[in-house]
Each structure stands twice: as C-alpha cells, then as structure tokens.
C-alpha cells in the first residue's frame, strides 16, 4: 500500500568545500551560489549518474556529461533549476542555494525485484477459541524506508499469504535485499453466518522471522516462523492529539525500525480503534524502536486534503502524533503556474501534476516558507490536454534548506499537508 503520496524524504547534513562534489542521495550545500553552480543529476534509486540529461538554470539549457554534470556561471543566489530526461520524470528544484545541487529522477517506469517465499508457523494451534471463531494468520514483508517506494506494495495473488487449518501454510510474495517475514495470527469470528461480508478480526498473537536474504526471482521454502512470547507482545495505543478540524477521518500504522533501511510496518489502524497488540522491537533485534505515520483526511481519501505526521524511535504503551500541519489554503493551478498559501511550520513545500491514471507528470520543490507561486519552466511543460491535478503540500522537516543529503538522517521528515486543485 502506498502510504504517502510523495516520496520526497529530506534530510540534514554538513557541508564542505567549494569543489564538484556529488551530494549522496541528492541534495544542496557548501555555500550561497555566487557566480558559479556545480549540478549533478543521478538516478533515485541506483544513485548512478545520468548523461543526456537537459538542465535549464539562469536562462540557460546544458546537457549533463558522462558524470551527470553541468556547471554553470553568471548566477547568483538562489534558482530555479529544471531537469528532463527521457524515461524519467521532470523535476524542477526552486529557490534552490548551494554551490553543489544534486538533483535525483525517478524512473516513469521501473521493475521491482521480487520472489516467492512459503513456509509454516511452527507450533501452530488451531484450537483454543470459541464457538464460531477461527484462527488464521495474515503474513507479510518487512519494507525498506522509503514509504513511496513500489517495492513495498508488492501483492500476493489468492491471499496466499492468508493461513489457517492445521497447519497454517503460506505463500507470500516479498521485495528484495534482507527481509523480515510477521504474521499477526487472527481471531476471526464468522458471526454464525456463512457471508464474510460481517466477519471481524481480531490480532491475538504474532509470529516472526527475521534476516532473510533475498535475490531477484529466487524462490525459498521450509521457512518456519516462530511464534512470539506474551512477555514480548504489548498493547499500543495511538493517540492523534488535535489533527486540522475539516480532516476528519483518521488511520494510522505502526512501525518497528529495525534498522536503517528495513521497518515492519504493523496492520492499518482505521479510526473505529487507536489500539493494537502489537511485539516489541527488541523481537527483531532493533535497536530504535517504534514509528507512529498517521493519517488525517477528508472521507475522499487520498484524492482530497490530507495530513500526515511521522515520529520516530518511539516507546510504548503509546504513541503520540504530535503537532500536525494544516493543508494549504488558496490552492489553484493552471498548466503553466501554481499558486498557494504558505502551510504554517513547513519549510518547504512541493507541487506534483498528476494525470488522470494517477501518474505524476512532474514534480516541483521550493526551497523556502516564503515563495507562494511558481511557473512551470518551458524545458518541462506540462502536456496542453487531459486531466490533470495540482497537488501542493507543505513539508515540515528539521532540515536547513541550503544544506542537505536526502540519504542521510532520513528521520528529519515529521509532517506534510495536501491540498490537491483540478486543473481546467
């Protein structure tokens, strides 16, 4: 599932020296721009250099060399720098101010490595509940840390992944790289009707594996989950605190960081309960804890306003939200311009078109709390017909605008408010 609506992660980090360097991750520092800009363009996922790539900054357009690197003079202060690459998204970074800007694409198109892992719960018992229940288990991946990232949404056909009966055997399909396997064993009660339409579910237990190796297209089996101790599962409860007034519906999910690059990302918690039994990180041999995302919104879900509040390295028995970020007010849009109002608390803020079928045309991120409009640059003009929708959200991140890696200290992201506007 796709929790956030953009994948932009921010972070703070030091700077240094005045000579071409390329910014991990992508990101800007080492200094105000003053005559002269160093500007590296890499792939977001693979951080490879990306030749060809046309770079318009300053009224000027250059294309990116062997390094994925352009320099340009006769600038000063911050700019608007737009990049546009064949089979990659355009990007626009505005109000942009360092020396070295960094500037990472996404793929419009990727394939995600996967594979099939099955196995059973060891020392599974379907008995012990009431007349009319059932025990079952729904087993899933542990996720890389990047939320937006395809590679945690990868399904598995059949609810595979769903066991009970005497043995509890599952199927799932999984990401690669290291992997975690959980399953939140189930207390269905069939109501005593044979529709499931008014089943409920109940989590009563978990099961886990952890530190699982896995390789594109290589599938495993015999993989045994063990069941966790009762002296290891505790009761969370998630407390919203005072989301904006008009976003009325509230979900959320609880994390447990295992590491810098993997999180088990517990069953959704809808609004109906801020409460779930969930195993304590020490279980997977983490050592950060736990991370609150939760969710406010309108009942249009992901397609009208929204706010969304991150923490990390939590402790229970409860997890609070915080501060959330109200959505921008004002919001409007053509296929040449945006226009917003400033979301108080964020320091920066991003505008994505998206189309009809829900793909992002392009991005656009200002570099400050100030700049409540922007054009879009000729270099990525947006297609002249078909639906499009502006998406204009407010970032809240402790992280200095003009010095930043987004590999590194990925935690600095804490909220972001949305605010979509359809373009005529």
Same mark, same amino acid.
């Given at each position: ?96 101010? %360092? #020396?070295?800007? *960094?500037?990472?694409? =996404?793929? !419009?198109?990727?394939?995600? /490595?996967? &594979? @099939?892992?099955? +196995? ?69 009660? %069939? #109501?005593?009707? *044979?529709?499931?339409? =008014?089943? !409920?579910?109940?989590?009563? /237990?978990? &099961? @886990?594996?952890? +530190? ?27 407390d919203y605190g005072t989301p904006p007034a008009a976003l009325t519906m509230k979900s959320a999910f609880v994390g447990i ?42 009942? @249009? ?124």
């Amino acid at each position: 599932m796709r929790l956030l609506p953009f994948a932009f992660i921010l972070a703070a980090c030091g700077g240094g020296g005045t000579d071409p360097r390329v910014i991990p991750g992508g990101g800007i520092g080492d200094g105000d721009i003053d005559g002269k800009v160093f500007v590296h363009v890499i792939d977001n996922s693979t951080d490879a250099p990306l030749a060809n790539a046309s770079v318009a900054i300053g009224g000027m357009t250059l294309m990116t060399d062997a390094k994925g690197f352009v320099e340009l003079g006769d600038v000063d202060g911050p700019q608007t720098i737009a990049v546009k690459l064949q089979g990659y998204r355009s990007t626009v970074w505005a109000m942009a101010n %360092g #020396k070295n800007v *960094t500037i990472p694409l =996404d793929k !419009t198109t990727t394939t995600v /490595g996967q &594979a @099939t892992l099955s +196995g059973s719960i060891t020392g599974w018992d379907p008995s012990g509940l009431g007349a009319g229940h059932v025990k079952a288990a729904a087993v899933l991946y542990s996720q890389t840390d990047n939320l937006g990232d395809e590679a945690n949404q990868i399904d598995t056909p059949n609810d595979m992944n769903i066991c009970g009966g005497l043995a509890c055997n599952f199927t799932v399909n999984t990401r690669t790289g290291t992997v975690s396997l959980i399953a939140a064993i189930l207390d269905v009660d %069939g #109501k005593g009707t *044979t529709t499931q339409a =008014d089943d !409920t579910f109940s989590i009563i /237990g978990w &099961a @886990t594996k952890t +530190g699982i190796t896995v390789e594109g297209g290589v599938n495993q089996s015999g993989l045994a989950l063990t069941i966790v101790e009762a002296g290891n599962i505790e009761a969370i409860t998630v407390d919203y605190g005072t989301p904006p007034a008009a976003l009325t519906m509230k979900s959320a999910f609880v994390g447990i960081e295992i590491g810098d690059d993997e999180v088990v990302q517990l069953p959704f918690l809808d609004q109906t309960s801020n409460m779930l039994l969930a195993p304590k990180p020490a279980v997977f041999g983490g050592t950060r804890g736990m991370r609150l995302t939760a969710i406010a919104q309108t009942n @249009t879900g992901g397609l009208g306003a929204q706010s969304i509040v991150i923490r990390h390295d939590l402790s229970g028995p409860t997890l609070a939200a915080g501060t959330w970020l109200t959505p921008p007010v004002g919001v409007s849009a053509t296929r040449s311009s945006a226009t917003w109002g400033l979301v108080t608390g964020a320091v920066a803020h991003q505008v994505q078109f998206v189309d009809a079928a829900g793909v992002n045309q392009l991005q656009i991120t200002v570099f400050d709390n100030k700049t409540t409009t922007i054009d879009v640059p000729a270099l990525v003009s947006l297609p002249v017909s078909g639906n499009l929708t502006a998406r204009v959200a407010g970032i809240g991140a402790d992280f200095d605008v003009e010095d930043f890696s987004l590999e590194d200290d990925e935690d600095k992201l804490f909220a972001l408010a949305a605010q979509p506007a359809a373009i005529p």
